[in-house]
């Protein structure tokens, strides 16, 4: 199953100015966070972020806070328990019409309900907390959860890939950044193929 544009959300965990610097690899997982969100907002795709008690932590980065259509402050290690899967899911419409209305296919002119998208793609920090807890809770609540491995870290490798081996086993895809970049694009005659070429090299 490959991923897909028109079905993804992006998730960015807790990027938190005093935070990254002490994850391991730190420099590079944020370069990736940086590249996700650049290219889900060169396809239009939705971006949430999410800080863990930011009066502690600090703001997420600043080029990752800018390119969230919202940050979502959090004092759960789960961003789940703080609404995120809320922000995640379209909104109920209000039932329209009365008995004798026509059957809904039958009816002209409706709007289009608005669009789900239950691939959720995912990266943060650090990985065996915040990010495998609205992970897991991601996919308790029936989302599919696609982690972005170069894109998430911890203070230490051991506590990091223990996440990733729970996720998967979980029912979580494990995949990276290009790989995400190359599944949402499908094509190198993509309009946007130029521009992820030069976000990944």
Known sequence: MLLDASQSQLVLVDYQQ???????????????????????????????????NPSRLGANDAVVRELCQRTLAKMHFSAVEEGL??????????????ARSLPRHLQKGR???VQERPSIVIGGCEAHVCLLQTALDLLEDEFEVWVVTDA??????????????????????????????????????????????????
């Open 85 to 98: 899967g809320e922000w995640l899911r379209p909104p109920a419409k209000a039932p329209a019409g009365n």
């Open 152 to 201: 998430c870290g911890s203070r230490t490798e051991r506590n990091r890939d223990a996440a990733f081996d729970r996720l998967a086993g979980a029912g979580a895809e494990l995949v990276t950044t290009e790989m995400v970049a190359f599944e949402w694009l499908r094509s190198c005659e993509h309009p946007a193929f130029k521009d992820m070429l030069a976000l990944v090299k």
């Open 18 to 52: 005093r935070l990254m610097p002490v994850i391991h690899e730190g420099d590079a997982v944020l370069a990736n966070a940086r590249r996700l969100a650049q290219l889900a907002q060169r396809l239009q795709l939705p971006v949430w972020g999410t800080e863990q």
């Open 111 to 113: 709007a289009e309900a």
